[in-house]
Structures are given as C-alpha cells and as structure tokens.
C-alpha cells in the first residue's frame, strides 16, 4: 500500500504542477504519460493512456491567445456545447480512494480553473482538453467523454480528441464501434502517429473480438504510412506470436533485429521462434 500511495503521490504531483503552476502541456512525444488502469481491459496492454495536448500554451496568457486558439477566431459557426457543466465533479470512488483530501482538492480546483476558462472562450481547445483529463483521473468518464467530445466540435481536423475518446470509449465506456470510429478519425487526421495504429489494432486484439482478424492488417497499414516504425514491427511479431504464426512473427522479430542488433531479448527471441517452426 505504502508504494501504491507513493506512486499515486507522484502522479498527483505531476499534474498540479505542470497544470497548475506552469500550466506548460506535454507534446506528443510524452503523449501516453497518464496511464490507464491495468485492469480496465482484461489482458490488454496497461502502457496506454490519454493523450497530453499538443499545443504550448503559456499559462500568463490565459485562453484564446495561443496557437490553437487563434485559429478558432475565424468566423464560423459553432454547435453550442450540450454536454454536462465542465465544471460539475462527479468522481468516482474506486478511482479517487488513493488521493488525500489535498490532492482531491487541488484537481477539483483545476477542474475548475479549465471550466471558468472554456466558459469564458467556449472555443478554447485546451481548456477541453484539460477538463476531459483531469475528469478520466477522478473517474468521470461521461465528463470526460463530453468534454472531449466538444473538442473535436471546434476543431474538428485535429487528432488529439479524437485519439483519447478512441481510448475512453474503448477500455472504460465499452462502446467499441465508437473507439474504432474515434481512432479513424485520429489516424485520418494524424496518419504518422504510430500510437494510434497500435491502439486500434488493440482494440481489434483483445475486445472486439467481431474484428480481432483485422489486428495484424492495422498495424501493416501503419508500416505503409511510417515505414520500419519498431514499436509497429515489435506489435506486429507479438500478435503473430500469440496466433501461433510463428513463421510471420519471426519474420518481423528479424527486421526489429536489423534495426536494434543490440537487443538480446529480441535475440531470443528469435531463437525461441525458431525451434517452433
């Protein structure tokens, strides 16, 4: 318990920082730092989490004056958000029995400060994106859902939202039409994003078992678009491995072995796969 509480005391820690003090957001390259539950899918991989915007944005500066929010000021029309009050907290006890009191207030503060914020500048896309975040920590999927659900209203060719409501919808609303339609939607947007293949060929893999067939051509398909990816090569061999086509996985295990010939556990690997053909 002692380390469980430890390692939720830094992830608060990084949160309130980073979100309160700085307010300075994470690009993608760090783009899977908040983890999803290990149990949330039974079997699924745990590495996976939503997505850190991916556009700085100065905390003096307050909404509507950076990057992104700039190029919502052009004139258009907007649907009006329907959702619920982003600033409504609805947590969910299993999700929040780790956090002191402390902890819990500071991310309903911020819950808050993103509220007043998109209620002030509605096409703040930031702010939506925050809120949704902050909401998934504390259990608020629905809140969540909605609040990044009208991210994609008003920017509706960006690939963030879309990329996290693929992953809400998969592993905690289990709506896995929808997950496959969000992640679409994100790769139509971001066709060089790796992570996004891999999560829907997870989805594929283990959940909706209607398309589990379709895993391996996912991530083929992202080989197509960001050709000797690892992270899609190594995905590739290991689901070949787990439908006992060893003779394909070995294949692919071969060429993430020409790009890191250092690596012993791909080395075995390899031997392993061998003496099962």
């Known amino acids: 318990m002692g380390i469980l509480l430890s390692t ?42 939503e997505r850190i915007t991916d556009v700085s944005v100065d905390a003096a500066d307050g909404p509507g004056t950076n990057e992104q929010a700039a190029l919502t000021e052009i004139p258009r029309e907007i649907s009006p958000y329907t959702g619920r009050n982003p600033a409504e907290i609805r947590p969910l006890p299993e999700e929040i029995k780790l956090f002191s009191e402390e902890q819990l ?13 998109v209620r002030e500048n509605p096409l703040f896309f930031n702010g939506w994106i925050q809120i949704g975040i902050l909401k998934k920590v504390i259990g608020d999927f629905e809140g969540a859902r909605d609040a990044w659900e009208y991210a994609g209203v008003i920017e509706p060719l960006n690939s963030l939202s879309f990329a996290n409501l693929g992953e809400l919808y998969w592993r905690y609303l289990h709506e896995y039409e929808k997950s496959e339609l969000n992640f679409r939607i994100s790769i139509k947007h971001k066709p060089g994003d790796p992570l996004t ?10 959940s909706y078992k209607e398309k589990s067939g379709e895993a391996d051509d996912v991530l083929i398909e992202g080989l197509g678009v960001i050709p000797g990816d690892e992270n899609l090569m190594r995905h590739l061999a290991s689901i070949y491995e787990f439908r006992g086509e060893y003779e394909k996985s ?11 010939p250092s690596d012993q556990s791909v080395i075995d690997k390899i031997a392993e796969l061998a003496n099962k053909k």
């Open 105 to 117: 207030e500071k991310l309903y503060s911020t819950i808050g400060i993103h509220a007043r914020a």
């Open 250 to 260: 070995l294949e692919w295990w071969r060429q993430v072995a020409v790009k890191n």
């Open 8 to 49: 939720r005391n830094i992830f608060i820690g990084v949160i309130t920082v980073f979100l309160v003090v700085s307010a300075v957001f994470f690009r993608d390259s760090l783009s899977r730092m908040l983890a999803f539950r290990p149990d949330s899918v039974r079997h699924a991989p745990d590495v996976i989490g």
């Open 197 to 206: 293949y891999i999560s829907l060929a997870d989805l594929y893999h283990y």
